[in-house]
């Protein structure tokens, strides 16, 4: 492995491990757009990174086997999800192909030379990124992005890019199992937003100092003639902005920072929201997202503007156009007066906001919050304590049991028995998702509000519970 890639010809066969994952169906997409020939291979196939490759015409090969690398590819792209113990990587390592990870060829072959936009943090990452990614599309920058999610104006997680800017999620989870290193290290920085820093991924950081080790790296790699614009009300992050390379630092909240959002207003259709810079008033936005945390993504993308020197009309033009992003506080139907909703959210603080935000939109409705402890994080007790505080504004709370936690030591698993308790009132545990599902649908009445919970496909609840509550 190593971070000089090789120069490959047009249709060189490229073969992806672990490519279901979103950057990596992203990555696969961008490289198959620009000829070359793609195909991969995993175990946890589901929409929409599934569907995406079917689309594309990408062929996926389900398992880790040996036989994926027959016939022999020209080049292996490494997902962090692959670990030595396969017998596909096993295999590759074995063999002559030149091989690495993604997020080095996504700084080699897509970023390069271009101005990179380099979105970092806890939360907030995706939005985020398809916010700028709209905007730059929409001013005419023909930028590239990759996303790790599917933006709805573009219904796409990628683009190549015609122009000399590329929009990315800079992730701090791990490169691969021959390169551990946050995945930002390689992305070139040259805009660098970072929002809140917390404590998460429990598999790979031990505590929050080593987390704030990670964007250390990120500081390091700033771009000095580039802009760091950093999330004023989260003592981390200000840590690290302290540390970043950049001449150019500025900083976004709602309460403190260079650029503030003031007199937060909600309709039912939009929110509305005044950007001052320094105490001066520069520029009114209206947004079809809720929640002050999409207040804060939004003034990312005026921040930005405004010190880069874009035409902040147009600024705002493109955010009340932005339509979200696939499993963002996602309408996925409206059944006999039910409103279910799709969200990623697993970590307590997003969960927390989520619930807030749905209750802020909807607000006559009861909202039942359906949560899935999935991400390596939320499958132990680490944020055991923490959960009981994020469910608090639901006014009813269902838990699946926590997903897969087999390789998890006994007394460092999360226990949904025990969040019931510590919530204390209309909270309750579900054996399975048929069972929940047939609890959910005969508690739901006309009006309420369902958001849904989860990181990975929660066994296909979403459809389930709209077709019980036909």
Known sequence: MSDTLPTLKKGSHIHFMGICGTAMASLAGLLKQMGYHI???DQNIYPPMSLLLERLQIPVMQGYKKENLNPKPDFVIVGNVITKKYEEAQALLASDIPYTSLPVAMGEWLIGDRKSFVVAGTHGKTTTTSLLA???DFIHLKPGFMIGGIPKNFDVSFKVPEGDVFVIEGDEYDTA???????????????TVLGAIEFDHADIYKDINDVMKAFEILAEKSNPDGIFLSYAENSNTQKIASLAKSKNKISF???SGDYQAKDIQYTKDATIFKVTYKDNEILTVKTQLFGEYNVL???VCVALGHAIGWDLKKVAEA?????????????????????VIEDFAHHPTAVKMTIEAVKERFKTSRVHAVFEPRSATSRRKVFQKDYANAFKKADFTWLAKPYAQDAISEEDRFSSQELVKDIGKSAEVFDGVDEGVKKISSEVKDGDAVVIMSNGSFDGIY???????K
Not at 323 to 334: A, M
Not at 463 to 469: I, R, V
Request: glycine residues 10%; without cysteine; proline residues 4%.
């Open 319 to 339: 955010l009340f156009l932005f339509k979200g992003v696939k499993r963002r506080q996602e309408i996925i139907g409206l059944v006999n007066g039910v409103t």
């Open 253 to 255: 909240g709602i309460a």
């Open 297 to 299: 993504n939004a003034l």
């Open 134 to 136: 709209w905007v730059t």
């Open 463 to 469: 459809q389930k519970l709209l077709n019980a509550l």
């Open 177 to 191: 199992f021959f390169d551990k290193v946050p995945k930002f290290k390689h992305y070139k920085p040259y805009y």
């Open 39 to 41: 195909t991969g291979s």
